[in-house]
């Protein structure tokens, strides 16, 4: 029988007022739950993939403490929504497919097929085991049992924004891209900054979807634009104007912000009044730079958090509140930063400008997002700050920015157009350490492309000679970044998520950013992944594999093949 869409993955309109997401909070040291993954395919043939609690609660937001345990007994109910197509045809060019095996076992059965799934938990320090945030192995499938995930949040994790999502090879842009994502919140980050004590705070979680309107002809508040050109994947290339049609659309807790008009959706506060706004970029593909506007005028916002960790922490130099005027978010970067509502009788505009994503790259125009009206009989929002903070202990390692690394590493992004002459042809996507050929990511090795020991410090130069912006990340631990194409840059905090400049194809070397890279946390042994979080990027072959062994392993670092080219 087939399913209604209102059966599973529901969503509100455009224009909609937003509602945060359920919270589901931690009690004596654990919070348990069950979760299942739906999908479901629209009229329209768009596919909604989505979480929902036993109750029916969708995407809730995960809120623990450090120390806690969370346990999520997880069920796979997606459906195969399209049976016509061989699995392996709907899965990227280049992407190394591998099939399930009847009764495999889900930590170790890989299988990548359009109905297998698992999760990842962006941003936290925990084991890359299976059962915890293993994504190499570890597949659920339908007719499993329910999985368990059951990790614990270490007792000095930095309190902030993190979020889960699925992690399967091939897969992951589609089920992100459907909604497949919700928020996670590590408690205390007044302990960090006590000037932030009592303030309410608001989840906001920016998704994108496919084209509502793909058909649509441009707003007429926009400039006459020629006819949009569309890259290998059927998304809309990059203009280089900041106008034009997107590659997709956005939403704001679920509601859409369609093109041609992007009817912003909307919220209330009250006048000046000021609230701790938690905003993840859970878009597979898009990049966002984002920018509150009253009239015209940009507003200065707070940042106190990036990806899951605030601006002073670990010892970090860094002021507790950085002010700015916008803040860019590529796809999987969180942001937690202070806003003020619009004086009495104003409204303010929450809106993302223009990213210059290349050449090579899809077209994310300037838009709206979302309305703010002033009202003095706004309702507040679910959650406010503990009224009193007690500081955190102090940081047992050095701050990271000050430990020597013990080597430096050059890695590369590159993509390989079929056609050369035009960076829009089917493309592969590799991610290299300099001196090897670039290849797609293999799923079924199981060899290292890095190994390094647990309590080292390195740097890595990562160089971008596409002509597409991308977007680094490693999972388990944060980086500094040190600085951007050669130029020292003052940030004197972390990140997990980092934009790498395109190649324009006349500058006199390729862009790059140096990272500090700490792998000092015991939580981090084993075996997980770097990538580019541009999802199709991922999916396409833009990934490595790195090995944490435990710090006393006596054997070398590097394998004997990248002692000098992956070494400099």
């Known amino acids: 029988m087939q399913r209604a869409p209102q059966d599973v993955c529901d969503r509100p309109g455009p224009g909609s007022a937003i509602a945060e997401p359920a919270?589901?909070?931690?009690?004596?040291?654990?919070?348990?739950?069950?979760?299942?993954?739906?999908?479901?395919?629209?009229p329209d043939g768009t596919t909604r993939y989505c979480y929902l609690t036993s109750d029916?609660?969708?995407?809730?937001?995960?809120?623990?403490?450090?120390?806690?345990?969370?346990?999520?007994?997880?069920?796979?109910?997606?459906?195969?929504?399209?049976?016509?197509?061989?699995?392996?045809?709907?899965?990227?060019?280049?992407?190394?497919?591998?099939?399930?095996?009847?009764?495999?076992?889900?930590?170790?059965?890989?299988?990548?097929?359009?109905?297998?799934?698992?999760?990842?938990?962006?941003?936290?320090?925990?084991?890359?085991?299976?059962?915890?945030?293993?994504?190499l192995k570890t597949s659920i499938q339908p007719d499993d049992a329910p999985f368990e995930y059951r990790l614990r949040i270490p007792d000095d994790a930095p309190p902030g924004l993190y979020w889960y999502h699925p992690h399967l090879h091939g897969f992951s842009k589609t089920q992100v891209l459907g909604g497949a994502s919700g928020a996670i919140i590590i408690e205390g980050i007044e302990r960090a900054d006590p000037s932030l004590a009592g303030l309410p705070e608001r989840v906001l979680v920016i998704r994108d979807q496919d084209l509502a309107n793909p058909d649509a002809q441009p707003s007429k508040s926009e400039p006459v634009m020629s006819k949009s050109q569309l890259d290998s994947d059927g998304d809309v290339a990059n203009?280089?104007?900041?106008?034009?049609?997107?590659?997709?659309?956005?939403?704001?807790?679920?509601?859409?912000?369609?093109?041609?008009?992007?009817p912003p959706a909307t919220l209330s506060m009250k006048p000046g009044e000021r609230q701790l706004w938690r905003v993840l970029n859970a878009s597979a593909i898009t990049y966002l730079n984002l920018t509150l506007l009253v009239g015209r005028a940009p507003q200065q916002i707070g940042i106190v958090g990036l990806d899951g960790v605030p601006l002073q922490f670990h010892g970090s130099p860094s002021p507790s509140v950085q002010w700015v005027n916008h803040i860019g978010l590529p796809p999987g970067s969180r942001a937690e930063f202070i806003v003020e509502g619009p004086p009495a009788g104003a409204s303010a505009l929450l809106v993302t400008r223009a990213v210059d994503t290349g050449p090579a790259g899809e077209n994310d125009p300037n838009r709206a997002l979302l309305t703010i009206t002033a009202s003095a009989d706004a309702g507040e929002p679910q959650a406010a700050l503990p009224a009193h903070a007690e500081p955190l202990p102090r940081p047992v390692r050095p701050w990271v920015g000050d430990v020597a690394p013990v080597r430096v590493r050059m890695l590369f992004f590159s993509e390989q157009p079929e056609n050369p002459n035009?960076?829009?042809?089917?493309?592969?996507?590799?991610?290299?350490?300099?001196?090897?050929t670039p290849k797609p990511f293999d799923p079924q090795s199981d060899v290292p492309d890095i190994t390094v020991k647990q309590g080292e410090v390195e740097d890595w130069i990562i160089e971008n000679r596409s002509m597409e912006l991308h977007d680094f990340h490693i999972h388990q631990l944060h980086f500094q970044l040190l600085d951007w194409s050669g130029i020292a840059v003052n940030e004197p905090f972390l990140r997990d998520t980092v934009n790498v400049p395109y190649?324009?194809?006349?500058?006199?070397?390729?862009?790059?950013?140096?990272?500090?890279?700490?792998?000092?946390?015991?939580?981090?042994?084993?075996?997980?992944?770097?990538?580019?979080?541009?999802?199709?990027h991922e999916d396409g072959?833009?990934?490595?594999?790195?090995?944490?062994?435990p710090a006393n392993t006596a054997s070398s670092t590097t394998p004997p093949n990248q002692r000098t080219k992956g070494e400099l």
């Open 422 to 436: 035009d960076p829009n042809s089917p493309t592969k996507f590799f991610m290299t350490i300099d001196g090897e």
């Open 239 to 262: 203009s280089g104007t900041g106008f034009g049609k997107p590659s997709k659309d956005l939403s704001v807790n679920f509601v859409p912000v369609p093109y041609p008009n992007y």
């Open 541 to 549: 072959g833009m990934m490595g594999r790195i090995r944490v062994v």
């Open 503 to 536: 190649y324009n194809g006349r500058m006199l070397k390729y862009p790059s950013v140096r990272l500090r890279m700490d792998f000092r946390d015991p939580n981090i042994i084993g075996t997980f992944v770097y990538h580019c979080h541009v999802l199709e």
């Open 56 to 135: 029916g609660k969708p995407s809730p937001t995960l809120r623990l403490k450090p120390g806690d345990q969370l346990v999520i007994h997880f069920k796979n109910d997606l459906v195969d929504l399209d049976t016509a197509t061989p699995a392996i045809d709907r899965a990227l060019a280049g992407a190394p497919i591998c099939t399930a095996k009847k009764a495999a076992n889900p930590c170790e059965s890989g299988a990548m097929t359009p109905i297998s799934t698992n999760l990842h938990f962006h941003g936290l320090t925990v084991p890359p085991v299976c059962h915890q945030d293993d994504v």
């Open 23 to 42: 919270e589901l909070r931690s009690h004596d040291g654990i919070l348990e739950t069950d979760l299942s993954v739906h999908d479901e395919k629209l």
